[in-house]
Structure formats: C-alpha cells, structure tokens
C-alpha cells in the first residue's frame, strides 16, 4: 500500500511545498494518507486526489475505513471499498456497540437503510 504514497507524490510534484506522507500499523497493513500544504486547504490538491485515491485503492482491494466509521466529509465515498451489505452490517455493528454514538463521535457511516 506503501506505493500509494509514491503515486501521489508524483500527482503533486509540480504544486510547491506540498508535502506526501503515509504512516500505519504494521500488523495490519493500514495506511494513513497525509498530504499537506504551508498555505493549508487546497481545491487544487483535492481535485488531484480525489476520486484517483479511492480508485486506486479499490483497483487494489483496499479499504479506506474500519469498522467504527469514516469522517463526514469522506462518508460518500466508503462504497469504493466496502459492498453495500457490509456498509450495512458496519452500521448494525455501530448501533449495537455505540447505541447513543458518544464512541468517535466524529466517525460516521453513510446514510443507507438498514
């Protein structure tokens, strides 16, 4: 997964002081994208990663959230990596474990019926 962060470095090369890193956990293979800038938000950076990020990572099989949830502006885009069945199970998992969702409060899954 490491390659990821190659790949996007090279999407960005030509924007100055953009800065490409990845981290994780060893044991199981996670990665954590973090791609930032001096200047901070960027509409141009953010047209460069998405969707490719989470195109890329589904060409892979990988997965861009665990089982307690995604942030809210990235909900949307969960169903790159994961069914809608186990978006679906995701949820029944969260209701039963964090019933008054005070557990990552600021972790959510995509609005879908149950």
């Not at 099989?61 to 809608?84: D, F, N, R, V, W």
């Amino acid at each position: 997964m490491y390659g990821l962060v190659e790949v996007v470095r090279k999407r960005v090369c030509h924007l100055p002081d953009i800065k490409v890193v990845g981290y994780g956990h060893v044991g199981d293979g996670n990665l954590h994208l973090n791609v930032s800038s001096p200047s901070g938000y960027s509409d141009e950076v953010v047209q460069l990663l998405e969707p490719f990020v989470y195109e890329w990572t589904e060409e892979r099989a990988g997965s861009i959230s665990a089982e307690h949830g995604i942030g809210l502006m990235k909900a949307p885009c969960l169903t790159y990596s994961k069914s809608h069945d186990a978006v679906q199970l995701m949820q029944r998992f969260k209701q039963l474990m964090d019933p008054h969702r005070i557990l990552n409060p600021y972790k959510v899954l995509p609005n879908t019926a149950l």
